[in-house]
């Protein structure tokens, strides 16, 4: 995991220095910022996973010496199968196994067909890709959007950065201004435009010069990738109102054990898919389903595995068995080692300002898993590693949330919609927090086998009949699921109740405190005093190295 920024709509380089060091938390193994002649910067943050030699630093030029890449991600191991012997046959690489340099020569090969090309390549990603030549930006995101990327577009200049304080504090302050009712930034000349934007997932833009405005770009969007039902509303000659209506209707029933069979394949291949690392691996197991299932997949390769969890109040005594409870449990059954992390309420307010800055939101059922997430990384960090297994994605493949069960299950066809729109709006809300925390906290690269693409597109065509049944009392979510792993992994930890992350590990306390957080958001994103003092409260010992290019083929 890495941190990118570039563009040319910075007044001057230390704006870009700024920018870069705001964001040292995502990897301080190497530090670049490249100046084009052409007023364009491209800069990078590297935290080293994979190919841990200097050569694979970053940003990366290809052998002809006109195309740029910075990349924060990795490629898993299917694509390397696929495209490393073929492109290292055409092309001169400098390294033995960076995915970088192999993501870099795969965009010069298709550089006609950028936008279609990347559906072809398996991993979490976004990236700059550079054509010095031409004078031509490309950003572009993975898929589903695992990691962030914004960029702002105005008056023909662009900047961009995997995260939104490095804009906030690279580009002139007179440019935007926050909306302190929306929290969200806003162009300061325009109050109804927003000027910093997510890249979408799935999705290619493209800043060219301007054809008629010198020294301006305009830009373009492809979109490659974009989720959509499985189910076809106009098969429909009446609207169901009930299960037995529906099913008439619903997709094709090949089974229950062809599903149960299908997703528990799929998911062992994309849990080995995402093990490719040169650096060690753990695991998260907070204790519930989703997180049980992936480290009990991971011990089984991994004998020697390690899990963390996060146990929020240790003092607090409940009746009720709580994350913690079940995540000994697993640990127990699986035989691997458990750290517990424990946090009392003194600890989340002394980190909670930190918390807002790091995740860039001030909604508390956001900030209440952040925190967690925080303390976590921090201890992941401390044992020695850089990597991390995550259960998130599952509860999108299943729609398996409370309110979706409340509003959603008594008319079945909802499911079907409300699965998509939870997998087109994830990079929206946990993603983002996930990944921004989890980076903040210990340069923690965070990986989720449940976002594999083959996976989803299989989990989305289950049938609305296997969403959930009767196991004892009620009706339990995310059926196919547990009952794939029936026999491997013990009913208790199985077919327990799902709770959500708040509630599991105690944090769900600062829903009352939301007011404060708004004040905590507007006073951080505003006050550059307090911004500078976290961006060089750690870092500032470090030194990012500058390079000025010139294009000699001009």
């Not at 690269?445 to 196991?471: A, Q, S, W």
């Not at 307090?530 to 500058?546: P, S």
């Amino acid at each position: 995991m890495c941190g990118i920024i570039g563009g040319n709509s910075f007044s001057s380089t230390k704006r870009v220095v700024k920018g870069l060091h705001s964001m040292m938390h995502r990897g301080t193994d190497g530090n670049v910022i490249l100046k084009f002649d052409s007023g364009n910067h491209l800069s990078h943050n590297r935290l080293s996973i994979q190919d841990l030699s200097e050569k694979a630093n970053q940003p990366m030029v290809s052998d002809c010496g006109n195309y740029y890449l910075a990349f924060n991600g990795e490629l898993w191991k299917s694509t390397f199968k696929k495209f490393n012997k073929k492109l290292r046959k055409k092309y001169n690489f400098k390294t033995e196994k960076s995915d970088s340099e192999l993501l870099l020569y795969f965009l010069v090969e298709n550089i006609d067909n950028l936008a279609e090309s990347l559906n072809k390549i398996e991993g979490m990603f976004c990236f700059s890709f550079y054509d010095f030549k031409n004078d031509t930006t490309y950003l572009g995101r993975d898929f589903i959007g695992r990691l962030p990327l914004y960029y702002c577009y105005q008056d023909g200049k662009f900047a961009y950065s995997s995260e939104v304080k490095g804009l906030t504090i690279g580009i002139d302050k007179s440019y935007y201004k926050i909306d302190v009712k929306s929290k969200r930034f806003k162009s300061s000349e325009f109050k109804d435009r927003e000027v910093i934007h997510a890249v979408l997932p799935g999705t290619v833009l493209k800043f060219s010069p301007d054809k008629f405005i010198t020294d301006n770009h305009s830009m373009t969007s492809t979109r490659w990738f974009d989720f959509k039902p499985k189910f076809d509303e106009k098969k429909m000659t009446y609207y169901p109102r009930t299960k037995e209506e529906f099913e008439k209707y619903d997709l094709e029933d090949k089974g229950l054990e062809y599903y149960t069979k299908g997703f528990r394949d799929r998911l062992e291949k994309a849990v080995d898919e995402e093990t490719i690392s040169d650096v060690p691996i753990c695991t998260i197991l907070s204790g519930g389903i989703d997180s049980t299932i992936i480290t009990y997949l991971l011990s089984k390769q991994y004998p020697n595995m390690e899990a963390f969890v996060v146990n929020v109040n240790p003092t607090r005594k409940s009746k009720l068995k709580d994350d913690l409870y079940y995540a000994r449990v697993a640990a127990k059954e699986f035989g691997i080692k458990l750290h517990e992390v424990n946090v009392d309420r003194e600890d989340i307010e002394r980190v909670l300002e930190e918390s807002i800055w790091a995740s860039e939101t001030h909604k508390w059922t956001q900030i209440s898993p952040a925190v967690a997430q925080l303390f976590l990384s921090w201890e992941v960090r401390d044992k020695g590693y850089k990597v991390v297994f995550g259960g998130e994605g599952a509860d999108e493949i299943f729609a398996s949330y409370g309110d979706v069960k409340r509003f959603c299950w008594h008319e079945p066809i909802w499911w079907h919609q409300k699965r998509v729109n939870l997998l087109n709006n994830l990079h929206k809300s946990n993603l983002v927090r996930t990944n921004k925390a989890m980076m903040y906290g210990g340069k923690v690269e965070l990986r989720t086998p449940f976002l594999n693409k083959e996976l989803i597109d299989f989990g989305l065509h289950i049938p609305t009949k296997y969403r959930d049944e009767k196991e004892g009392k009620g009706s339990i979510m995310k059926y196919v699921l547990r009952k794939a792993f029936e026999g491997d992994i013990s009913d208790e930890l199985l077919w327990r109740p799902k709770k959500t992350f708040q509630v599991g590990c105690h944090t769900d306390y600062l829903k009352k405190e939301q007011d404060n957080l708004d004040n905590l958001f507007e006073k951080l994103f505003v006050n550059r005093k307090l911004k500078d003092n976290y961006l060089y409260r750690n870092f500032g010992h470090i030194k990012t190295r500058i390079k000025e290019i010139e294009n000699t083929k001009k």
